[in-house]
């Protein structure tokens, strides 16, 4: 009967360690603060059989620092680039931003057709309705941010 207490007191024990060690684990998670910088409409659109495609999508700045996206890479493509379409002249241009888009504290910047956007550039494959796009979106102060798209169908 010793033997069998002794192996209860031995488990109770092992039990009460593990669930410290299971709560410290949850409050430790519970610090860490949320990712500052919240994505939402993102999408990407087929690529028709062109070797390029576009990724879009809204950036809300839940923090109270201005940050920047400095950039984004993207294991379907090649070289990804941040652009911006602008009219000049009567014609619309693309313009690259090699510094990234800035992002004012409580801001919110959308990238959107027309507009600013991210360039697919040499894709490795075809993007097709259904299909995932993995994106790693680079901050200046907020860090990395690994985010998988959907490719939709383009709008009418």
């Not at 919110?108 to 956007?117: R, T």
């Not at 990395?144 to 490719?151: A, C, K, T, Y």
């Amino acid at each position: 009967m010793r033997l069998a207490g002794s192996i209860s007191k031995w488990l109770l024990l092992a039990f009460t360690l593990a669930a410290g060690s299971l709560a410290h684990a949850a409050e430790a998670g519970a610090e860490q603060p949320a990712f500052p910088i919240r994505v939402s409409d993102a999408r990407s659109h087929p690529n028709l059989g062109v070797p390029v495609g576009v990724a879009y999508f809204s950036l809300h700045n839940t923090s109270g620092r201005d940050d920047r996206l400095l950039r984004v890479e993207s294991s379907v493509a090649k070289m990804v680039e941040l652009h911006e379409s602008l009219e000049q002249d009567g014609m619309m241009r693309m313009k690259h931003h090699p510094k990234g888009f800035p992002i004012a504290a409580g801001e919110v910047v959308n990238l959107e057709p027309g507009g600013k956007h991210v360039m697919l550039m040499q894709l490795t494959g075809s993007l097709a309705e259904g299909d995932k796009v993995p994106l790693v979106l680079v901050f200046e102060h907020a860090g990395r941010l690994e985010i998988d798209i959907p490719v939709v169908p383009r709008s009418k």
